[in-house]
């Protein structure tokens, strides 16, 4: 089985080197490449320096600006379908997403085209997140399946796996969104083709290290970028 997973950095030096030192423990085959965006703080060239103690599984995609989560998953992509990767990964660099769990997405694509880790599918599944964070991320659920009517429970996972064809037949360079609803219209584009999705259930931590990306501005996004879905697609 040919895999990577993709890791999109901006400012997430404190939390790189534990992340690359546990993928391997879980997914021992599975390769990485790291995306950074110019990180201010060094996560660029610590990248690098991990690259070159695992140059056989271990890569790094340099970007030269903060552009959008969207647009560095999309610059990825098109770099790993040059090669020979049967199946793509997505996950958070700040040990959010924990890589004990990418032995299930593994398992699970072989029978889908699309796997969705979800905090949600079992209850509740977060850890030292504040009610705030909790009620706005369930009501972002609510809300994203109410305007997709995608049969997700956690339609804003950023812990996905996807099978190359999977990724291939939906048009991703031709996505308008660059912030964290990108997560979204991804999915969408796969459920409007008819693709085959399943759902893994993950305990999702919040970081130990740096700041969170998300804010007000990020929510407002959001909420106008799933309306414009549904106009899109």
């Not at 110019?38 to 320096?49: I, K, Q, R, W």
Request: hydrophobic share 45%; with cysteine; net charge positive.
């Amino acid at each position: 089985m040919r895999a990577i997973v993709l890791i999109p950095t901006f400012n997430e030096r404190a939390n790189l080197a534990e992340l690359v030192d546990k993928v391997p423990q879980f997914a021992p085959a599975l390769h990485m490449l790291i995306v950074d965006d110019n990180s201010p703080d060094g996560t660029g060239e610590l990248a690098d320096e991990l690259a070159r103690q695992d140059p056989e599984r271990l890569f790094v995609l340099h970007r030269p600006k903060k552009e959008g989560l969207g647009k560095a998953y999309v610059a990825a992509f098109a770099q790993v379908l040059q090669q020979d990767y049967e199946y793509i990964l997505q996950m958070d660099a700040d040990l959010s997403h924990d890589p004990l769990y990418l032995p299930r997405f593994l398992e699970a694509i072989g029978d889908h085209d699309l796997v969705v880790g979800s905090r949600y599918l079992q209850g509740i599944s977060v850890v030292n997140w504040n009610l705030k964070r909790l009620v706005l991320s369930k009501l972002a659920s609510h809300y994203v399946r109410f305007i997709t009517r995608m049969p997700l429970s956690d339609p804003t996972s950023g812990f996905i796996c996807w099978r190359r064809a999977a990724l291939e037949s939906i048009g991703f360079k031709d996505v308008f969104s660059i912030g964290y609803v990108f997560l979204v219209e991804m999915k969408y584009k796969a459920y409007r083709k008819g693709l085959r999705f399943a759902e893994t259930p993950i305990v999702f931590v919040e970081r130990k290290h740096g700041h969170s990306k998300l804010g007000w501005r990020v929510m407002w996004e959001a909420i106008w970028g799933v309306l414009r879905l549904r106009f899109k697609y």
